[in-house]
């Protein structure tokens, strides 16, 4: 179906750089987003702003007061009650078309293998290591671009996967990370940085779901891949570094031969 009057008004603003038939695409899209906090919070929200289908967002437990310094869906009413309800009221108070399936739940590799077909892109947006990896398995098995982006403190890494064509997360962390970076429940955060952290993950979910031909048309850039964006906002240092396949990735690899 074309854009209706009311949708055509609502998106003027960003019409010439997504153009027509890309926001046709982002009308029936579906992303799923796992979890939806500081980062996954924005980068759901900021979707739905730009006309996103339908979002599948994972986020278990009740908000907590600090919760409040990063979680821009949350409200400070909402202490003690399930995240995942206020998630899906904040979305739906900025765009109430947008078809939400809420999920309550902590993300395992098997939720995962069961949400997965029904998304066309897939955004890593959790502090939990265990997850990001459950997540990165998922997406290679049903070959589905994946945006991947964390932070820590004042810096954050951003990086886009397409399984068989570019490295997976495990051909750039190959081993899981010793130290505590990547403790979820004690890491520091500064909200905003969470912030812009999603806003690039929403951008780069944008740039896969519109295709090739939009991009090419009007200039709105090409996804991520094959490099990843590392950047410290303490001293606004912004780094784009190539990222490589691993031959014998464990996760991968055996794809090497359908690219």
């Known amino acids: 179906m074309a854009l209706t009057e009311n949708e055509r008004a609502c998106y003027i603003r960003h019409l010439s750089l997504v153009t027509e038939e890309g926001q046709e695409k982002l009308r029936n899209s579906t992303a799923l987003v796992t979890r939806c906090g500081g980062v996954g919070g924005t980068a759901a929200l900021y979707l739905a702003a730009a006309g996103i ?15 409040l310094n990063r979680q821009i869906l949350q409200t400070y009413d909402w202490v003690g009650k399930p ?19 809420a999920i309550a739940e902590p993300f395992t590799e098997e939720l995962g293998d069961e949400l997965a077909p029904q998304a066309d892109v897939l955004l890593s947006c959790t502090p939990v290591w265990q997850e990001r990896v459950a997540l990165n398995a998922v997406a290679v098995r ?11 403190g004042m810096e954050g890494t951003l990086t886009v996967i397409v399984p068989g064509e570019t490295p997976c997360l495990r051909c750039i ?13 004690s890491f520091p955060v500064l909200g905003a940085v969470a912030g812009i952290t999603g806003c690039f993950a929403a951008i780069e979910a944008i740039k ?52």
């Open 53 to 67: 289908g339908r979002l599948i967002m994972i986020h278990e437990g009740n908000t907590t007061w600090s919760n």
């Open 83 to 101: 995240r995942i309800v206020k998630i899906r009221e904040s979305i739906h108070r900025l765009n109430p078309d947008v078809e939400i399936v």
């Open 142 to 152: 049903h070959r589905k671009p994946l945006v991947e982006a964390a932070m820590n």
């Open 173 to 185: 962390y190959p081993d899981d990370p010793t130290n505590d970076w990547w403790d979820a429940w």
């Open 208 to 259: 896969v779901i519109v295709g090739r031909e939009a991009r090419e048309r009007v200039g709105v850039g090409k996804p991520l891949t094959n490099r990843m964006l590392i950047f410290d906002t303490a001293n606004h240092d912004y780094r784009l570094v190539k990222v490589r396949r691993l031959p014998n990735c464990p996760v991968c690899g055996h794809l090497r031969e359908q690219t």
